[in-house]
């Protein structure tokens, strides 16, 4: 039985029940199941694959039968997760590709590989995430969580635009996948600072900001990609026990850890975004526990067209020299 809708959304906004196991079970007790083999013929690029909700996800999609490339950036790791899925599901397609998100040089190499190879790219999911502990620069100069959540996706879904485009079809979008996070809630456009130069830096601060440039940029795109036949999202995954969370988070998981959810519930909704039918009729939404959600919970916080701009301006300059 589907949750009232009052009651689905006091669970997030008391955060605890809605991010946890407790909102995950509460509400998947009003979920479809998604048909097996609903995506059969479907390519499917995963980023951060190697471990944690980017191999759920993986294990998720390759269960419904698309092909999936986990797109890692230590290859002998993804090599290993990889061949967990294929033990898992005999037959499965299951590639691995080697890729630094947060290089720029290494995401144009990557998206050039994909474009000479794939005929076609029906999916893909900006799953890769950090926090650093300490401000960190790439060897572009980039601030790694900037660099990482935002630079290297916008990227990398810009140069796979032609395989998406061609991945597209007027009954079936091609479907990119941000995956964000609640914490986005707690941070606003940084306009000013997007490389976090200025205060005094905080892996969890750098991490909310570009969490909220991801759902933003996630708007942004799906507008920039209307007219290729593909839908942009931007989701939360709850929270869920994975290595990034024992290792970036160790005292909130000593205190959450009985209520954190697998990573396959913390997968859920990446894999439904691809595969069930609703979300490829919308474009440019935020999810959590597939369901729509507020990107604000007060008015004054909406981003103005021009710190919108200023963002879609930092990508493509930062970019430069590549946008297709
Ligand atoms: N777990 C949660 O409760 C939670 C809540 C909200 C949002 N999220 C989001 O969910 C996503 C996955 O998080 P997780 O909890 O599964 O964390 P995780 O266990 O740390 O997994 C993150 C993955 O991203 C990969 N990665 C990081 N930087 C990369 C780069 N530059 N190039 C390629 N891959 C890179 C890591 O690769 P290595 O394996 O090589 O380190 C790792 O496999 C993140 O975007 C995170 O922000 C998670």
Redesign the pocket.
């Known amino acids: 039985m589907q949750l009232p809708r009052l009651v689905d959304a006091a669970l997030d906004r008391l955060v605890v029940p809605g991010y946890s196991r407790l909102g995950y079970a509460a509400r998947r007790a009003g979920w479809r199941t998604l048909p097996s083999g609903c995506l059969a013929g479907r390519t499917i690029l995963v980023?951060?694959?190697?471990?944690?909700?980017?191999?759920a996800t993986a294990r998720g999609l390759v269960g419904l039968g698309a092909r999936v490339e986990l797109?890692?950036?230590?290859q002998a790791?993804g090599e290993r997760t990889a061949a967990a899925l294929r033990e898992a599901h005999p037959g499965a397609a299951v590639e691995v590709a080697e890729?630094?998100?947060?290089?720029l040089a290494d995401v144009r190499r990557y998206a050039a590989e994909v474009r000479d190879r794939e005929a076609a790219v029906h999916g893909l999911v900006h799953?890769?995430?950090?926090?650093p502990p300490e401000r960190t620069e790439t060897a572009e100069g980039h601030e790694l969580a900037l660099a990482?959540?935002v630079l290297?996706p916008f990227l990398l879904t810009r140069e796979l635009r032609p395989a998406l485009r061609a991945g597209a079809s007027p009954t079936a979008p091609a479907r990119v996948v941000f995956?964000?996070?609640?914490?986005m809630y707690t941070a606003s456009l940084p306009t000013d600072d997007p490389e976090f130069r200025v205060g005094t830096y905080s892996g969890g601060a750098a991490?909310a900001r570009t969490?909220r440039m991801q759902v933003v940029l996630a708007e942004l795109l799906a507008d920039d990609l209307a007219g290729d036949g593909v839908v942009v999202h931007s989701m939360?995954?709850?929270?869920?026990?994975?290595?990034?969370?024992a290792?970036?988070m160790p005292g909130f998981r000593r205190v959450t850890g009985p209520l954190?959810?697998t990573?396959d519930q913390?997968a859920d909704t990446a894999v439904w975004l691809q595969a069930a039918a609703e979300p490829g009729h919308s474009t440019g939404v935020f999810w959590h526990d597939r369901a729509p959600r507020p990107t604000h919970y007060l008015p004054r916080g909406a981003e103005t067209p021009q710190a919108r701009a200023a963002l879609w301006t930092l990508c493509v300059d930062a970019t430069a020299g590549s946008a297709r």
């Open positions: 980023t951060g694959a190697a471990g944690g909700l980017g191999a797109v890692v950036r230590d790791r890729c630094d998100v947060s290089s799953n890769a995430g950090v926090m990482t959540h290297g995956v964000s996070s609640g914490g991490y969490k939360h995954p709850g929270w869920a026990d994975t290595p990034g969370v290792g970036s954190l959810r990573d913390g």
